[in-house]
């Protein structure tokens, strides 16, 4: 898996341009991106400014000699890149397994482009059949974000920490990983849903956000597909 990986990472890598205000995103797969631009800072000079979406991202930027910014200096981001959870063919998709939901639609939804890299496994074709949905709330709101949850028609999880307490985001707040059988019925839906219950800070339905894909195989070679009709934000 490592091997498709590093493929897309390193693709989207080459998108990036002189100049450009670039949303990092977070995970495994990101980190060949980082990998592959901290090589072009330092062998053809490549000037950007990154905005990551985790302290773990902002971290691994600056050991590849990535120049970090936040939203002070910078109005809007050139060019986001992340990876999904699992995306389907309308580019809808399931992100947050690593945590970091929040921060990562902000990034996106003040992107110009978003390019997301994934591994082939990554695609569906109906979200939230084989990964869970991570639903964002405030500690404080455990039980009756829970509530509303279970009447949506989901299996909420709660996510554990390394320690088994609950898990904190970089933001102080808890995760539910929700189960739907048989998947998202209506992600459009389910996600105004989830917006309008109070104590949820965030879920992990990234709706209309994805311009570009970035699909790494084992044997090395990235297949790049662009939305139909996507001429950016």
């Known amino acids: 898996m490592s091997a498709s990986k590093r493929a897309a990472g390193r693709a989207a890598a080459e998108r990036v341009q002189n100049g450009m205000v670039v949303g990092l995103g977070t995970g495994s797969t990101v980190f060949f991106t980082l990998e592959r631009l901290g090589e072009r800072i330092t062998d ?9 979406t985790s302290l773990d991202t902002a ?38 397994g690593g945590g970091a939901l929040l921060r990562e639609k902000v990034v996106a939804s003040l992107s110009k ?25 405030v500690p404080f709101a455990r039980t009756p974000v829970k509530r509303a949850l279970l009447a949506l028609g989901a299996e909420p999880t709660l996510r554990a920490g390394a320690g088994g307490e609950a898990y904190l985001t970089d933001n102080g707040n808890e995760i539910f990983d929700c189960a739907f059988e048989g998947g998202i019925a ?44 996507s001429s950016g934000r």
């Open 59 to 96: 971290t691994k930027a600056r050991a590849f000699g990535i120049p970090i910014v936040g939203f002070e200096e910078v109005g809007q981001i050139d060019l986001t890149i992340d990876g999904a959870d699992e995306i389907d063919g309308d580019y809808s998709m399931i992100k947050g």
């Open 113 to 137: 482009q978003v390019v997301i890299i994934v591994g082939l496994d990554k695609v569906v074709e109906t979200l939230g059949v084989s990964f869970p949905l991570p639903v964002e709330y």
């Open 44 to 52: 053809e000079g490549l000037s950007i400014s990154g905005i990551p």
């Open 186 to 229: 209506d992600a459009e839906a389910l996600a105004l849903a989830l917006a309008g219950t109070p104590g949820i800070v965030e879920h992990g339905l990234f709706l209309g956000l994805a311009d570009h894909l970035v699909i790494g195989h084992e044997d090395g070679t990235a297949e790049e597909r662009s939305k139909v009709g």
